[in-house]
């Protein structure tokens, strides 16, 4: 969503770097060779098209002030998602730190993310996500030791349904009420606790560092999907705390211990 007063440059930020360096050089070239290139009948305006070529190299570089922001800003939410241990380090962030969070993850699987950047109320929306030609709105609430219950789910519902958007995901670090669950049952509303999210984070983060997923080896079925279960690591403590989980996870968040 737009900031009021929000200007061109704040907008490039939001965007991946690569964005102002293509409008950089399209304003350039235009600047500096097609508007001189146009002839009017206004005897203020012609001259004015003449010129523009003189500020085409000043409007350009403006325009590429916001690409190594843009970079830093990407990187930096990498290296916020990598470098989670579990669910702790998570409730640990800041409000902004946590929906940055889950924007990246959701970047990591092909999503366009667009961040609630007014710092307050968006009508409960903190993150809006596009993929396949579908919205999903989604509300992050890192709460400690709190419940969440039915009156969030409730007010997220109507918000979805005003939008008209595909679904609705509810992202928390703590647990959601039995009355909870119970609304979002039949809607298109996602409920993400504190267990699920950890499972999120490990599921995208990189490589390095992250026990890599393992196929269980007696072919073992998810019993909801009929999938492959893997092993997975919530990367509690020294060694991370390992567990099945199904491959299709977000999609199916069925778990079980190792020990079954």
């Given at each position: 969503?737009?900031?009021?007063?929000?200007?061109?440059?704040?907008?490039?930020?939001?965007?991946?770097?690569?964005?102002?360096?293509?409008?950089?050089?399209?304003?350039?070239?235009?600047?500096?060779?097609?508007?001189?290139?146009?002839?009017?009948?206004?005897?203020?305006?012609?001259?004015?098209?003449?010129?523009?070529?003189?500020?085409?190299?000043?409007?350009?570089?403006?325009?590429?002030?916001?690409?190594?922001?843009?970079?830093?800003?990407?990187?930096?939410?990498?290296?916020?998602?990598?470098?989670?241990?579990?669910?702790?380090?998570?409730?640990?962030?800041?409000?902004?730190?946590?929906?940055?969070?889950?924007?990246?993850?959701?970047?990591?699987?092909?999503?366009?993310?667009?961040?609630?950047?007014?710092?307050?109320?968006?009508?409960?929306?903190?993150?809006?996500?596009?993929?396949?030609?579908?919205?999903?709105?989604?509300?992050?609430?890192?709460?400690?030791?709190?419940?969440?219950?039915?009156?969030?789910?409730?007010?997220?519902?109507?918000?979805?349904?005003?939008?008209?958007?595909?679904?609705?995901?509810?992202?928390?670090?703590?647990?959601?009420?039995?009355?909870?669950?119970?609304?979002?049952?039949?809607?298109?509303?996602?409920?993400?606790?504190?267990?699920?999210?950890?499972?999120?984070?490990?599921?995208?983060?990189?490589?390095?560092?992250?026990?890599?997923?393992?196929?269980?080896?007696?072919?073992?079925?998810?019993?909801?999907?009929g999938s492959q279960l893997i092993v997975r690591s919530t990367r509690k403590g020294a060694n991370g705390n390992q567990f099945f989980g199904c491959s299709t996870f977000p999609k199916c968040r069925y778990t079980e211990s190792l020990g079954v």
């Amino acid at each position: 969503m737009a900031r009021k007063n929000e200007g061109v440059l704040d907008l490039l930020v939001l965007m991946p770097w690569w964005v102002s360096v293509i409008i950089s050089g399209l304003v350039y070239v235009g600047l500096k060779y097609v508007a001189p290139s146009f002839t009017v009948d206004n005897m203020f305006l012609q001259p004015m098209l003449k010129a523009l070529p003189n500020i085409a190299l000043l409007v350009a570089v403006v325009l590429l002030v916001p690409a190594p922001i843009s970079a830093f800003n990407a990187w930096r939410k990498s290296k916020l998602l990598d470098e989670q241990k579990g669910i702790q380090t998570i409730r640990d962030l800041s409000w902004r730190e946590f929906e940055e969070l889950v924007g990246e993850a959701y970047r990591r699987q092909d999503y366009m993310v667009t961040e609630n950047q007014t710092g307050g109320a968006d009508g409960g929306i903190d993150l809006r996500l596009k993929k396949d030609g579908l919205t999903h709105l989604v509300q992050c609430k890192n709460w400690r030791n709190i419940k969440v219950g039915v009156k969030v789910v409730r007010e997220m519902y109507g918000v979805m349904m005003a939008e008209k958007a595909s679904s609705a995901i509810i992202i928390i670090s703590g647990i959601f009420t039995q009355e909870a669950k119970n609304f979002a049952i039949g809607k298109p509303i996602d409920l993400v606790d504190g267990a699920q999210l950890e499972q999120l984070i490990s599921s995208v983060q990189s490589s390095t560092g992250r026990i890599v997923p393992i196929i269980r080896t007696d072919n073992h079925k998810c019993p909801k999907c009929g999938s492959q279960l893997i092993v997975r690591s919530t990367r509690k403590g020294a060694n991370g705390n390992q567990f099945f989980g199904c491959s299709t996870f977000p999609k199916c968040r069925y778990t079980e211990s190792l020990g079954v």
